[in-house]
């Protein structure tokens, strides 16, 4: 078989070397030492790491690269984000949504970020930012797979209106079920919320993806109604649950019994180590808690957990710049997860576990897949992790969409090699 392009020299994530990648019409047909040279284009990767893109399965693509408008969060809580966002919703106009989000798209596909799930908020009764959004799916389309959920920022039932404003969002084309049940009134209102949405979702043929006790709450209980009306109706292995931080301070007995029912449920995961580490805490002196969910424990009990960026430049964060590689690295961090095979299970927590959550079809490095990836200035998936490593090559449907310099300094020191280049060896 003749193909369109050859990369040679590739190094795999799961641990091969000297890897050739044949691509032909956009789709990966060959993965083997040593390919024949047929005549068509090559791409040395130079003993590279080439992985799969990077996927983030939860953003507010709505609210990013608006930092400062109206004006900057002062306390830095979730809560004053949430009351600024509310300022701002009035004044959003539809082209400075669809252009913020165009913009941070090219920063995802300069980062080798290929695919987001973004929440969009449906609590304006204009549904301006779903309008926005689905105008800025449909533009991206080409280089980057964009998936919607309609999320009631508000609260889906403490907020007038919703119950009628999300099933719109979901028949204007928006594709997930959101939910925020511990933002509603009461615990109960709460569990009713996650009852009626999964009951929608399931009525409507769609995935589920809640904000799901983002709280210090340790008595919270959404993530076990989340869990218990996936089994009900029918929803297992297509329900999300994003933060999750209730669980770092729930009581030890109680999670031994959650965890189990969760994999029961085939609920997935997605912590925010970004913001759950900025934001929890917030009414605590010291101990100050860290406030992410309990990923390793998680990942042990066979559920599939992703780290998402949640935010960049927003109400609720003024840093970021899509780069899944420092969400990683935060991630190893605040869970402890520094032995070598947890660094690597970070780095699928990034790019194949948040692919499965989204339900991308064509993802990974086998044949058949989408010629879609990412050759990074890194050996393996801890160097990658460790140096935030520059994306070299990206590529969709095999062709280079974005290109940057390896990462290197001059020094000028006597008698001391003139480059570094951060890498060992
Ligand atoms: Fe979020």
Redesign the pocket.
């Known amino acids: 078989m003749a193909f369109d392009l050859v990369i040679r020299n590739a190094a795999l994530p799961d641990g091969r070397s000297g890897m050739d990648i044949g691509i032909s019409a956009g789709v990966i047909e060959a993965v083997a030492p040593s390919l024949p040279d047929e005549g068509g284009e090559s791409l040395d990767a130079a003993g590279n790491l080439v992985s799969p893109p990077f996927v983030d399965a ?1 953003f ?1 693509m709505d609210a990013t690269l608006s930092y400062g408008l109206p004006r900057i969060n002062r306390s830095g809580t979730l809560l004053e984000g949430i009351a600024l966002w509310g300022e701002l919703k009035p004044q959003l106009d539809q082209d400075a949504l669809v252009n913020r989000a165009l913009a941070y798209c090219d920063w995802a596909v300069a980062q080798g970020l290929l695919a987001i799930r973004s ?1 969009v908020d449906v609590c304006d009764p204009r549904l301006l930012a779903v309008e926005a959004m689905l105008e800025v799916k449909r533009r991206v389309a080409p280089y980057l797979d964009l998936q919607l959920v309609a999320f009631p920022q508000d609260g889906y039932l403490r907020q007038a209106g919703v119950t009628e404003l999300l099933p719109r969002a979901l028949e204007m084309g928006v594709d997930v079920v959101g939910g925020i049940p511990h933002f509603e009134r009461t615990m109960a209102e709460g569990a009713e919320s996650v009852r009626l949405l999964c009951r929608l979702a399931a009525e409507h043929g769609k995935r589920v993806d809640m ?1 799901c006790d ?1 709280s210090d709450d340790p008595l919270s209980r959404h993530v076990e109604s989340l869990a218990a009306e996936t089994i009900r109706h029918g929803l297992e292995g297509r329900v999300n649950g ?2 999750l931080t209730s669980m770092h301070s729930m009581d030890n007995y109680y999670v031994s019994k959650l965890i189990p029912l969760m994999a029961e449920a085939r609920l997935s995961v997605v912590a ?1 180590p970004l ?1 759950n580490i900025t934001l929890q805490g917030r009414h605590d002196s010291y101990p100050k808690r860290r406030g992410m969910t309990r990923v390793p424990e998680l990942m042990a009990a066979g559920l599939t957990v992703a780290f ?1 960026h ?2 960049v430049m927003d109400p609720w964060y003024p840093l970021g710049s899509g780069d899944m590689l420092d969400v990683a690295h935060m991630g190893l961090h605040v869970a402890q997860m520094t032995g070598t095979d947890q660094i690597r299970q970070c780095f699928d927590a990034v790019t194949v576990n948040p692919a499965s959550i989204l339900g991308l079809e064509g993802y990974g490095l086998e044949p058949g897949c989408k010629a879609d990836l990412v050759i990074l200035d890194a050996a393996d998936p801890v160097e990658a992790i460790r140096l935030r490593a520059s994306r070299l090559v990206v590529m969709r449907r095999g062709h280079v969409v974005s290109r940057s310099p390896s990462r290197r300094a001059e020094v000028t020191l006597p008698g001391r090699p003139g480059i570094v280049t951060f890498r060992q060896g």
């Open positions: 939860h507010h929440h904000h983002e994003s933060h925010n913001i998402g949640d935010c």
